[in-house]
Protein backbone atom coordinates (compact mmCIF):
# COMPACT_ATOMS: atom_id res chain seq x y z
CA UNK A 1 0.00 0.00 0.00
CA UNK A 2 1.19 3.00 -1.24
CA UNK A 3 0.52 4.93 2.37
CA UNK A 4 2.90 2.65 4.48
CA UNK A 5 6.00 2.71 2.49
CA UNK A 6 8.60 3.07 4.87
CA UNK A 7 7.33 2.63 7.77
CA UNK A 8 8.77 1.02 10.99
CA UNK A 9 9.26 -2.63 11.34
CA UNK A 10 11.54 -2.98 14.28
CA UNK A 11 10.24 -3.44 17.44
CA UNK A 12 12.52 -2.95 20.92
CA UNK A 13 13.85 -6.37 22.18
CA UNK A 14 13.48 -4.93 25.66
CA UNK A 15 10.94 -2.57 26.94
CA UNK A 16 7.69 -1.21 26.20
CA UNK A 17 5.81 -0.85 22.67
CA UNK A 18 6.70 2.54 21.08
CA UNK A 19 3.03 2.59 19.96
CA UNK A 20 1.71 3.95 23.42
CA UNK A 21 1.49 6.78 24.55
CA UNK A 22 -0.93 9.48 23.53
CA UNK A 23 -1.48 10.46 19.79
CA UNK A 24 -3.51 12.81 17.83
CA UNK A 25 -6.03 11.47 15.39
CA UNK A 26 -6.16 12.71 11.64
CA UNK A 27 -7.92 15.53 11.99
CA UNK A 28 -6.79 16.89 14.91
CA UNK A 29 -9.37 17.35 17.22
CA UNK A 30 -9.08 14.34 19.55
CA UNK A 31 -6.57 12.41 20.70
CA UNK A 32 -6.17 8.91 21.70
CA UNK A 33 -4.47 7.43 24.66
CA UNK A 34 -3.03 3.58 23.08
CA UNK A 35 -2.15 1.28 26.10
CA UNK A 36 -1.92 -2.19 26.71
CA UNK A 37 -6.06 -4.15 27.25
CA UNK A 38 -5.38 -5.29 30.62
CA UNK A 39 -2.67 -5.89 32.64
CA UNK A 40 -2.29 -9.89 32.88
CA UNK A 41 -2.69 -12.26 30.79
CA UNK A 42 -4.26 -11.97 26.73
CA UNK A 43 -4.84 -8.77 27.80
CA UNK A 44 -1.64 -7.27 28.57
CA UNK A 45 0.42 -8.44 25.08
CA UNK A 46 -2.82 -6.67 23.53
CA UNK A 47 -3.20 -3.30 22.57
CA UNK A 48 -6.01 -0.40 23.40
CA UNK A 49 -6.84 2.92 22.91
CA UNK A 50 -9.35 5.70 24.83
CA UNK A 51 -10.20 9.23 23.78
CA UNK A 52 -8.64 11.12 26.61
CA UNK A 53 -8.50 15.06 24.70
CA UNK A 54 -10.85 16.86 23.08
CA UNK A 55 -10.48 20.02 20.82
CA UNK A 56 -14.26 21.24 21.70
CA UNK A 57 -15.31 18.56 24.56
CA UNK A 58 -18.86 19.96 24.46
CA UNK A 59 -21.80 20.90 22.25
CA UNK A 60 -23.17 24.00 21.04
CA UNK A 61 -25.06 23.56 24.62
CA UNK A 62 -22.51 23.51 26.64
CA UNK A 63 -23.05 19.71 26.90
CA UNK A 64 -20.14 17.00 27.31
CA UNK A 65 -20.38 15.46 23.86
CA UNK A 66 -21.65 11.78 24.05
CA UNK A 67 -21.65 8.44 21.66
CA UNK A 68 -25.05 10.41 20.16
CA UNK A 69 -24.74 8.39 16.49
CA UNK A 70 -24.39 4.99 18.39
CA UNK A 71 -26.18 2.33 16.80
CA UNK A 72 -27.16 0.77 20.41
CA UNK A 73 -29.69 3.74 21.95
CA UNK A 74 -28.33 1.95 25.05
CA UNK A 75 -25.36 3.39 24.55
CA UNK A 76 -25.97 6.62 23.10
CA UNK A 77 -25.40 8.22 26.40
CA UNK A 78 -21.77 7.34 26.42
CA UNK A 79 -19.55 10.41 26.77
CA UNK A 80 -17.21 10.49 23.89
CA UNK A 81 -14.40 11.53 26.85
CA UNK A 82 -12.63 8.53 27.74
CA UNK A 83 -14.83 6.43 25.13
CA UNK A 84 -12.95 2.75 23.69
CA UNK A 85 -12.24 3.51 20.04
CA UNK A 86 -9.11 0.80 19.27
CA UNK A 87 -9.11 -2.91 20.81
CA UNK A 88 -7.35 -6.40 20.88
CA UNK A 89 -4.85 -5.47 18.43
CA UNK A 90 -2.28 -8.45 18.46
CA UNK A 91 1.35 -8.04 17.52
CA UNK A 92 2.40 -9.03 13.82
CA UNK A 93 5.81 -10.18 13.04
CA UNK A 94 6.85 -7.38 11.02
CA UNK A 95 6.37 -4.87 14.07
CA UNK A 96 2.91 -4.24 13.44
CA UNK A 97 -0.43 -4.59 15.34
CA UNK A 98 -3.39 -6.19 13.77
CA UNK A 99 -6.74 -8.31 14.01
CA UNK A 100 -8.38 -5.97 16.56
CA UNK A 101 -10.88 -3.34 15.56
CA UNK A 102 -11.20 0.51 15.46
CA UNK A 103 -14.16 2.35 16.63
CA UNK A 104 -15.64 5.40 14.41
CA UNK A 105 -18.15 7.54 16.67
CA UNK A 106 -18.99 9.68 13.74
CA UNK A 107 -20.88 6.67 11.97
CA UNK A 108 -21.58 4.67 15.09
CA UNK A 109 -19.53 1.31 13.29
CA UNK A 110 -16.83 -0.68 14.15
CA UNK A 111 -13.98 -1.92 11.86
CA UNK A 112 -11.45 -4.52 11.57
CA UNK A 113 -8.01 -2.22 12.25
CA UNK A 114 -3.92 -2.71 12.50
CA UNK A 115 -1.85 0.12 13.33
CA UNK A 116 2.32 0.38 12.93
CA UNK A 117 4.67 3.18 13.14
CA UNK A 118 5.69 5.43 10.34
CA UNK A 119 8.01 7.51 12.39
CA UNK A 120 8.89 7.62 16.10
CA UNK A 121 5.85 10.77 15.66
CA UNK A 122 4.08 9.19 13.14
CA UNK A 123 1.01 6.44 12.74
CA UNK A 124 -0.93 4.89 10.12
CA UNK A 125 -4.00 3.55 11.49
CA UNK A 126 -6.19 1.14 9.05
CA UNK A 127 -9.41 0.43 9.29
CA UNK A 128 -11.00 -2.07 6.81
CA UNK A 129 -13.36 -5.05 6.69
CA UNK A 130 -12.19 -8.94 6.48
CA UNK A 131 -9.63 -7.89 3.93
CA UNK A 132 -7.25 -5.12 3.56
CA UNK A 133 -7.58 -4.53 -0.25
CA UNK A 134 -10.74 -2.58 0.13
CA UNK A 135 -8.96 -0.72 3.79
CA UNK A 136 -8.48 2.92 4.70
CA UNK A 137 -5.79 4.53 6.20
CA UNK A 138 -4.51 7.74 8.13
CA UNK A 139 -1.98 9.43 9.98
CA UNK A 140 -2.05 10.33 13.70
CA UNK A 141 0.41 12.44 15.05
CA UNK A 142 2.08 12.41 18.57
CA UNK A 143 0.68 14.09 21.47
CA UNK A 144 2.60 15.78 24.13
CA UNK A 145 3.16 13.86 27.32
CA UNK A 146 1.50 16.68 29.55
CA UNK A 147 -1.56 17.26 27.11
CA UNK A 148 -4.95 18.67 29.19
CA UNK A 149 -7.06 15.19 30.25
CA UNK A 150 -10.53 15.40 29.39
CA UNK A 151 -10.90 11.62 31.01
CA UNK A 152 -11.81 11.32 34.60
CA UNK A 153 -9.35 8.16 35.05
CA UNK A 154 -6.38 10.48 33.78
CA UNK A 155 -7.28 13.64 35.39
CA UNK A 156 -7.10 11.16 38.64
CA UNK A 157 -3.71 9.77 37.55
CA UNK A 158 -2.05 13.26 37.05
CA UNK A 159 -3.92 14.36 40.26
CA UNK A 160 -1.89 11.90 41.70
CA UNK A 161 1.53 12.01 40.25
CA UNK A 162 1.49 15.78 40.91
CA UNK A 163 0.73 15.39 44.70
CA UNK A 164 2.76 12.47 45.22
CA UNK A 165 0.19 9.98 45.83
CA UNK A 166 0.35 6.29 45.13
CA UNK A 167 -0.49 5.37 41.18
CA UNK A 168 -3.84 4.50 40.03
CA UNK A 169 -3.90 0.84 38.46
CA UNK A 170 -5.64 0.34 35.86
CA UNK A 171 -7.60 -3.11 36.97
CA UNK A 172 -9.53 0.65 39.16
CA UNK A 173 -10.41 2.38 36.24
CA UNK A 174 -14.04 2.37 35.02
CA UNK A 175 -14.11 1.63 31.16
CA UNK A 176 -16.72 -0.03 29.05
CA UNK A 177 -15.96 -3.88 28.50
CA UNK A 178 -13.88 -4.52 25.11
CA UNK A 179 -15.22 -7.13 22.38
CA UNK A 180 -12.16 -9.19 21.43
CA UNK A 181 -12.99 -9.03 18.11
CA UNK A 182 -14.37 -6.21 15.26
CA UNK A 183 -17.53 -8.69 14.41
CA UNK A 184 -18.31 -8.55 17.94
CA UNK A 185 -17.99 -4.88 17.76
CA UNK A 186 -20.26 -4.67 15.25
CA UNK A 187 -22.92 -6.33 16.58
CA UNK A 188 -22.81 -4.62 19.82
CA UNK A 189 -23.59 -1.37 17.71
CA UNK A 190 -26.75 -2.71 15.68
CA UNK A 191 -29.31 -0.37 15.68
CA UNK A 192 -31.35 2.30 14.00
CA UNK A 193 -29.33 5.99 13.75
CA UNK A 194 -31.73 8.62 14.81
CA UNK A 195 -29.56 10.34 17.41
CA UNK A 196 -27.69 13.66 16.95
CA UNK A 197 -24.45 13.64 14.78
CA UNK A 198 -21.29 13.96 17.10
CA UNK A 199 -17.73 15.45 16.80
CA UNK A 200 -16.15 12.59 15.12
CA UNK A 201 -12.97 11.04 16.92
CA UNK A 202 -12.05 8.83 14.51
CA UNK A 203 -12.47 8.54 10.47
CA UNK A 204 -10.41 7.08 8.42
CA UNK A 205 -9.97 8.57 5.06
CA UNK A 206 -9.36 6.92 1.43
CA UNK A 207 -5.63 6.69 0.52
CA UNK A 208 -4.82 5.09 -2.46
CA UNK A 209 -3.79 1.29 -2.68
Known sequence: MAATAGLVT?????????ELGLWFNHSGK?????????ETGRDADRLCGFIVWLKNPNNKKGEPLTDGYNQDPAKRRRPICGLPVLGSL?????????QGWVYDPEQGKSF????QLASKSRLILT???GIKFFSKSFVWK??????????????????RAT???????RATLSTPPLPSKASEARASHAGALKAPRPMPAVRPAAVAQ
Open 112 to 115: DAAI
Open 163 to 169: LGGPPVS
Open 10 to 18: AAPATGKPP
Open 127 to 129: GYK
Open 90 to 98: RPMSDGSWD
Open 30 to 38: GAVEIRPCG
Open 142 to 159: RAPDDLPRCDEAGVEREA
